[in-house]
């Protein structure tokens, strides 16, 4: 089945700092996605990102699908990113999109 | 388009009751996709449907649960009895076809569930 793994679980910042997110997915992963889970439980979707980089302000996200990892980037951290953040992947028909465990991060001012 | 629309936001209830939630995608999209969320287990699939059809429903917990899709624009995921262990956040979300939109997995705000 489809294996979705982050890291780190925690992370804690000091607002301004830079951070970088990681998952790694199994070989049947496609499709991948990230969100960001608010203190007040909606999880928006952030980026959907198969392959290659994109960019959204202050947050950029790379997959490299032949080696089976994401990244997440986050710079110049502000208090309002705080939150769980999630991936999540699709299977072979792009469906039965499973997420990781999440990484909780925390933005202290 | 109002997104992926759930209800009720929030549910109390006893033990035993039936519990239904309720969910609209967004117009176009046709999967549909039922979440659990606990501390315990994060977030679980339960069922996806596709074109209203279940496709994949090894995630539903036990024949307490079922979950069902009349039409393209509504889904219903029902609990009956409703047990202790059940309280959780429930979330609906939606996905266009391919070439549909851009490839993102939308969800509603959830429905949180209680059961005393």
């Given at each position: 089945g489809i294996q979705v793994e982050q890291s780190p679980p925690d992370l804690i910042l000091?607002?301004?700092?830079?951070?970088?997110?990681?998952?790694?997915?199994s070989d049947s992963v496609n499709n991948l996605q990230w969100f960001h889970q608010n203190p007040w439980g909606q999880l928006i979707n952030l980026f959907y990102i198969p392959s290659g980089t994109k960019q959204n302000g202050r947050l950029s996200a790379t997959t490299v699908a032949t080696e089976r990892y994401s990244l997440l980037?986050?710079?110049?951290?502000?208090?309002?990113d705080s939150g769980v953040y999630f991936c999540a992947g699709g299977d072979n028909y792009g469906q039965n999109f499973v997420f990781g465990p999440g990484t909780r991060?925390?933005?202290?001012p | 388009d109002a997104g992926v629309i759930q209800s009720p936001r929030h549910e109390v209830t006893e033990m035993g009751q039936e519990v239904t939630l309720?969910?609209?995608?967004?117009?176009?999209?046709?999967?549909?996709?039922?979440?659990?969320?606990?501390m315990m287990r994060g977030?679980?699939?339960?069922?996806?449907?596709n074109n209203n059809v279940p496709i994949d429903d090894s995630g539903m917990?036990?024949?307490?649960?079922?979950?069902k899709m009349p039409n393209a624009s509504f889904s219903t995921l029902k609990i009956q009895p409703s047990e202790p262990r059940d309280s959780a956040v429930y979330f609906c979300?939606?996905?266009?076809p391919p070439g549909g939109g851009t490839g993102e997995l939308f969800f509603g705000e959830g429905s949180r569930l209680t059961v005393l």
């Open positions: 000091q607002e301004g700092a830079n951070s970088t997110l990681r998952c790694n997915f980037y986050i710079s110049s951290s502000q208090t309002t991060l925390s933005v202290l | 309720r969910c609209k995608p967004i117009s176009g999209h046709n999967s549909l996709f039922w979440y659990r969320q606990t977030l679980e699939l339960l069922i996806y449907f917990p036990e024949d307490r649960f079922s979950a979300a939606s996905w266009p």
